[in-house]
């Protein structure tokens, strides 16, 4: 399965590991649509994952493509049932002009629904990214895999960190794992990969952050 990279991994035995983690997504994960995107450290906040599954409707490449201001837009309508345009203008800060551009795009896609009472985000794309699994990789410090781990929790439905061997079991028996809903991948010594400890499913909390994955998605 194809990946796109937003940074190339650094030369090392990290590099290796995601390299055996990504080949083995689609049997680990049981991926049988054709509508799955895999990237490698999408810029998405202050972080970048090593890995993200995502799981889409093939009606995410109807979104158009016009930068920061649309998934703006999709975030605050996401985030409320319906709202007019002034207050549309005010909670995204963008020129007049651009805005009621944007929407105009986003109505005419079918992705926004207006009418006497406002605009609204289409049920269909409240759910455009329908899974969404991010995957942190370490070669030693699992401590701080957990910390980044934890972090993708806000974009993702699961979140996982892979490890060796070595060290992958005594990451799944710390409490802040299970505590954090953290899931654990082992890879072997023969570099076959193992879920030895499942994510717990959540509904990622930043819609900003899940309209950008949506744009950097459609994008390539």
Do not use: C
């Amino acid at each position: 399965m194809k990946i796109t990279y937003f940074r190339r991994p650094i030369e090392g035995p990290e590099k290796r590991i995601e390299e055996i983690v990504a080949s083995s997504i689609p049997s680990t994960f049981n991926l049988h649509s054709h509508f799955t995107w895999i990237a490698a450290s999408a810029p998405l906040g202050a972080g970048r994952p090593d890995l993200v599954v995502v799981s889409y409707k093939p009606e995410i490449f109807l979104l158009p493509s016009s930068g920061t201001s649309t998934t703006e837009i999709l975030a605050y309508l996401f985030s409320v049932q319906k709202a007019h345009l002034i207050t549309i203008k005010k909670r995204i800060k963008r020129p007049d002009h651009i805005v009621v551009s944007r929407l105009r795009d986003l109505v005419d896609a079918e992705i926004v629904f207006e009418n006497q009472s406002g605009y609204s985000l289409s049920p269909n794309w409240r759910s455009i990214l329908s899974d969404i699994t991010a995957i942190e990789i370490k070669v030693t410090d699992w401590r701080k895999a957990v910390q980044q781990a934890a972090r993708n929790r806000v974009l993702s439905h699961r979140s996982f960190i892979a490890l060796p061997e070595s060290i992958a079991k005594k990451a799944a028996a710390d409490p802040s794992v299970s505590s954090l809903g953290l899931g654990i991948m082992e890879i072997d010594n023969h570099e076959r990969v193992h879920v030895i400890k499942q994510a717990r499913k959540s509904k990622p909390k930043i819609p900003s952050y899940y309209f950008k994955l949506a744009a950097l998605l459609t994008a390539q």
